[in-house]
């Protein structure tokens, strides 16, 4: 099955210490999600995170009933953290949450690598699109929870990323 690569990166002018302590708080998620996914998160809050730590949501895709568990695999505070689904509907699912400060501000990077069942078929017709709408969502909700609703978030980008990449 190929393997796809989806990124992101948008600045934001707050603090890195801010910025993560936002991501670290696993209740934002639900802002950060299109309510057309019919996101929730089933793990009871508020969720310490760290390594291992396990969260457990019940979401729609296509008005599909998915359970989706995912694992914190990577924390590293303030700089990134890493969710990696244990269960789900991809056949692989790695996110790389990573956040840069910079001089006024926080660069948020997000790098997903993913394979999906169905192959390149598949992610043709269905899934990049979707992946596409869903963060480009998540970029214009994280404008909106920092107060800058009057910005362009950055482009989504998905390519195929070579076998071995992690």
């Known amino acids: 099955m190929p393997r796809y690569q989806l990124t992101t990166s948008l600045r934001l ?23 057309w996914l019919r996101f929730r998160i089933l793990t009871p809050l508020p969720i310490a995170m760290r390594e291992g730590t ?21 924390w590293e505070p303030p700089s990134r953290f890493v969710d990696t689904q244990r269960r789900g509907p991809y056949l692989e ?24 069942p169905g192959g390149a078929l598949a992610h043709r017709l269905c899934v990049e699109h979707e992946l596409q709408r869903i ?3 998540r970029q214009r909700a994280l404008l909106e929870a920092f107060g800058l609703p009057e910005r362009q978030p950055g482009p989504v980008l998905i390519t195929a ?5 992690r």
């Open 135 to 137: 963060f480009g969502f």
């Open 13 to 35: 002018p707050r603090a890195v210490q801010q910025v993560f302590e936002f991501f670290a708080d696993a209740g934002n998620l639900d802002a950060l999600t299109p309510p």
């Open 93 to 116: 699912w790695v996110h790389e949450h990573r956040f840069t400060e910079e001089e006024g501000g926080t660069r948020v990077d997000d790098v997903v690598h993913y394979r999906v």
């Open 54 to 74: 396990l969260i457990a949501y019940r979401l729609r895709l296509r008005g599909i009933p998915i359970r989706w568990l995912t694992e914190i695999t990577v």
């Open 161 to 165: 990323a070579p076998s071995n990449a």
